[in-house]
């Protein structure tokens, strides 16, 4: 699922944008605000994969509440209904920009180039990302697309790579705060899996790397709604 | 009118009244002096030349006639040029409705929010359509009349408000009371557009309680019209911005429609910021 947030002074332009939202299944609406100020603090307790931002609002420029997101992985979409700030739109790393009315062929394309966007991003931060862990005294480098699967072990976890694994005073949560957790998936209580090295998967099940990993009764929902967005 | 008296009397004095006072003063002498050099035996010896001989009487005429001909092309130019001035200023007054001043932000923002409704099957649709086409229309066909009635203005800043009203949250309440009978006054087509537009434009917060009241009181041919607004420390108004054009269009075309008949009085306070018009029809 990708979350996202609108902002907009006009509730009924808010209306639009919510009815839209819930019409794409990969699109989980964290909340919808009229004041810029609040949605602020909603963001920076918990950042969303997409922001749906009015540009021309009584308190703040939209152009200026972007500039100062803290995070740098949200793909912004301006809503706007004049184009006089397209240019400057673009300027900050908008991802698009739409113009109201919106229709909602237009708001699909906006939300793929969003969607793409972050997948994006989320690949090169798996594939040129990695971690360093303390194990045996030393400070180990693990590429995190080597990853197969991590086990906890109490105060101690397990992360399997294709040729070995490697063991470090760390727990599950810990580990999860450091990887991408788009890729990265609580299963069980003792298991994390990369989404992208699963082999098949059944009621219970994971298979990966020709070892079974069980699905915890309480991770189960969860799992198979991030397996959803993978379905085709 | 001033110095077209100073100069008809001027000229009066320099071709009636001088030569008569210069020939008293120095008369005997010229007198010798003429006598001496080409003694005329048949003029009388104190003869003057009367005031209104015919000579200086063709002289005062032209001069008569060819100033009061300066004075009232002068005049004609004047009016002449203060229509322009006051054409130029309705002709910009319509057009900042489509370009700037209803800008294309309250058109756009009111489509959408129509569209909301439209989406939503919503009852207020209908309505909503039927104001944008009334103010569309006012602004299209009334406003390039030299005044309309009242009540049509009245009507206009009605639906424009009613518009505006679906647009704001629960933060922004507005109130708009008519007082008194328009009695088919007339009036300078939107002309109190421009106050309204900015009360919406700077007065409205998300964040604080936003309350707009707009009074439009009529009484004995003076119409007394009041705008305020809060005044919210986020509102993101460039210094620039904050006179506005619209206001300053807007004083001229009443310096120029109603000279002498209307007062602008603009107060401002750390929380409001009111303006009181009064014009006299």
Not at chain 1, 38 to 63: C, H, R, T, W, Y
Not at chain 1, 151 to 170: H, N, R
Not at chain 1, 181 to 202: A, D, G, Q, T, W
Not at chain 2, 74 to 92: M, T
Request: charge should be neutral.
């Amino acid at each position: 699922m990708f979350t996202c947030i609108a902002i907009d002074d006009e509730p009924l332009a808010l209306e639009v944008i919510k009815k839209y939202i819930a019409k794409i299944y990969f699109l989980e609406l964290k909340g919808t605000f009229t004041d810029a100020f609040e949605a602020k603090k909603a963001l920076d307790a918990s950042p969303v994969d997409i922001l749906f931002l009015d540009i021309q609002m009584p308190d703040i420029n939209g152009i200026e509440f972007s500039k100062s997101l803290s995070s740098k992985n949200t793909a912004v979409i301006f809503t706007t209904a004049f184009g006089e700030y397209a240019v400057e739109g673009f300027n900050v790393d908008a991802i698009d920009y739409l113009l109201k009315p919106i229709e909602y062929d237009r708001f699909l394309k906006a939300v793929y180039k969003a969607k793409e966007y972050i997948e994006y991003l989320n690949n090169q931060e798996l594939n040129q990302g990695y971690i360093f862990v303390k194990s045996d005294y030393q400070m180990v480098k693990i590429n995190l697309k080597d990853i197969l699967y991590i086990e906890g072990l109490d105060d101690y976890i397990k992360i399997y790579l294709s040729q070995k694994s490697v063991l470090t005073l760390m727990t599950l949560k810990t580990i999860t705060q450091k990887l991408p957790p788009k890729e990265f998936l609580r299963v069980h209580r003792s298991y994390i899996v990369p989404i992208s090295k699963i082999e098949n998967v059944s009621k219970s099940k994971i298979r990966i790397a020709d070892r079974e990993i069980p699905i915890g009764v309480s991770y189960s929902d969860s799992f198979f709604a991030a397996m959803e967005d993978k379905m085709s | 009118m001033i110095a077209y008296t100073t100069i008809i009397i001027t000229l009066l004095i320099f071709f009636g009244v001088f030569p008569r006072l210069y020939q008293h003063l120095f008369g005997g002498d010229i007198q010798r002096f003429a006598n001496a050099v080409r003694p005329n035996p048949n003029r009388p010896r104190n003869f003057r030349p009367p005031i209104l001989s015919p000579g200086s009487i063709t002289i005062f005429l032209l001069v008569f006639i060819f100033s009061t001909g300066i004075k009232v092309i002068n005049q004609w130019l004047q009016s002449e040029r203060r229509s322009k001035q006051i054409e130029n200023e309705k002709l910009n007054a319509e057009l900042s409705f489509l370009k700037a001043q209803i800008n294309p932000h309250f058109l756009f923002n009111t489509l959408n929010n129509i569209y909301s409704l439209a989406a939503d099957k919503s009852d207020l649709t209908a309505a909503a359509v039927m104001k944008l086409s009334n103010i569309m229309r006012y602004v299209l066909t009334e406003a390039k009349n030299d005044t309309v009635p009242l009540e049509k203005e009245i009507q206009f800043i009605t639906d424009y408000i009613e518009l505006q009203k679906m647009r704001t949250t629960d933060k922004t309440c507005i109130d708009f009371i008519i007082a008194g009978e328009s009695n088919g006054k007339q009036i300078s087509p939107l002309i109190f557009l421009p106050f309204v537009e900015n009360a919406f434009k700077y007065g409205i917060s998300t964040r604080e309680l936003s309350p707009i009241s707009i009074l439009l009181e009529m009484q004995n041919g003076t119409i007394h019209f009041q705008v305020k607004n809060s005044k919210h420390k986020y509102t993101n108004i460039r210094p620039a911005a904050k006179t506005g054009i619209g206001i300053s269009n807007t004083k001229r075309r009443l310096d120029l429609l109603y000279q002498n008949r209307y007062t602008l009085n603009i107060d401002e306070d750390p929380k409001d910021y009111t303006i009181n018009l009064n014009i006299h029809v």
